[in-house]
């Protein structure tokens, strides 16, 4: 085993030669003691033989891990706060966006790419791809999982499924029946969550969906106006949207402002985030606050335990949201 050819040493490739994990690795590198004599041994042997160079060893004490964060795009400020959060959990990330390298073999990049970790934000992870990255024994996290990961596979996401039943209950409450719902991909598990509560607040409150009233687009403001103008075309329009995103929300009142129609006077709106302008919208937009700054900084925590080896309480942790009423929201006329 130790006379095997990793090409430039990385981590990664020290723990695939012995076949340990990158944690144990790293542990052998940072001098702890909770390593087996033989594990520990075959570690060092590998390193020297390979000349692996770590960081000058008056500094590995206090080192920042150096970590990859996968983003389909960057380019909402969805995105910018879960990065915010990341960046305070103390990690120093170098930044990878699948939208300028369609078609790339990402999951390679991440294996062959020397660093210590990854965060995968919203980003489809197939069955293979999560086979390929435990077999690497690099350290990942997922962040608002796009699909259910595998049990080996710790993620960070919302209760998503608790705020669309909170945004469709307020709704409810405040006399609306013809409630609409616009979702993101129907094939994002977040947009199913949302929806499936939607659906459990008219059930509980003796409303029946109708397939008219449900919709989906993408997350960005053209999803929410695009869907917004079919809705108000219909004989019989929702007197209130409960959009999938903020981002959607703001199209959802756009649409109703070029079709003549106040907010929330003659249409109510609800987003999902709470992003930084939502309260500076106009009107302010009542939302569920989703703590995107919260979910990349707790991931960024679980990844630092993983690079240190460090056992997890639980591999799937929902952070809570809920409702921010504001001023987006009033009574049907």
Not at 23 to 36: A, E, F, I, L, Y
Not at 113 to 126: D, E, F, I, Q, Y
Not at 149 to 159: C, F, I, K, L, R
Request: glycine share 10%; net charge negative.
């Amino acid at each position: 085993m130790a006379s095997q050819q990793l090409g430039r040493p990385t981590l990664a490739s020290i723990a695939a030669a012995a076949g340990v994990s990158l944690p144990t690795v790293s542990k052998v590198v940072n001098g702890r003691q909770d390593v087996s004599p033989a594990t520990r041994a075959l570690v060092q042997q590998l390193l020297e033989e390979h000349n692996y160079v770590p960081v000058a060893r008056k500094t590995l004490a206090r080192e920042t891990p150096l970590v990859d964060v996968v983003f389909t795009a960057l380019d909402s400020p969805w995105a910018v706060e879960i990065l915010r959060g990341v960046t305070e959990s103390g990690l120093d990330v170098v930044v990878t966006t699948l939208a300028r390298s369609p078609g790339a073999d990402w999951v390679q990049g991440l294996i062959d790419g020397g660093r210590r970790g990854a965060l995968v934000v919203t980003s489809h992870l197939t069955a293979a791809d999560q086979r390929r990255l435990g077999s690497s024994h690099l350290p990942v996290v997922v962040i608002d999982p796009v699909d259910m990961p595998g049990q080996d596979v710790p993620s960070v996401g919302a209760t998503n499924w608790a705020g669309g039943l909170s945004a469709t209950e307020h709704l409810v409450e405040l006399g609306h029946r013809r409630i609409a719902v616009i979702g993101g991909p129907e094939d994002f598990l977040c947009s199913r969550a949302r929806i499936d509560g939607y659906r459990a607040a008219l059930e509980r409150a003796g409303i029946g969906v109708d397939p008219d009233l449900v919709r989906h687009g993408n997350f960005h403001h053209e999803g929410g106006y695009d869907q917004a103008r079919a809705l108000l075309e219909l004989p019989d329009p929702p007197t209130a949207v409960f959009a999938g995103s903020d981002e959607q929300a703001f199209g959802v009142m756009e649409a109703a402002r070029q079709a003549g129609l106040s907010v929330p006077g003659d249409l109510s709106v609800v987003g999902f985030d709470d992003l930084p302008m939502a309260r500076w919208s106009s009107p302010p937009l009542t939302t569920v606050r989703q703590p995107l700054a919260d979910m990349g900084r707790m991931a960024g925590r679980i990844l630092h335990r993983l690079i240190n080896g460090d056992a997890l309480d639980t591999q799937r942790l929902e952070l809570a949201t809920h409702l921010v009423p504001r001023a987006s929201t009033a009574r049907p006329r």
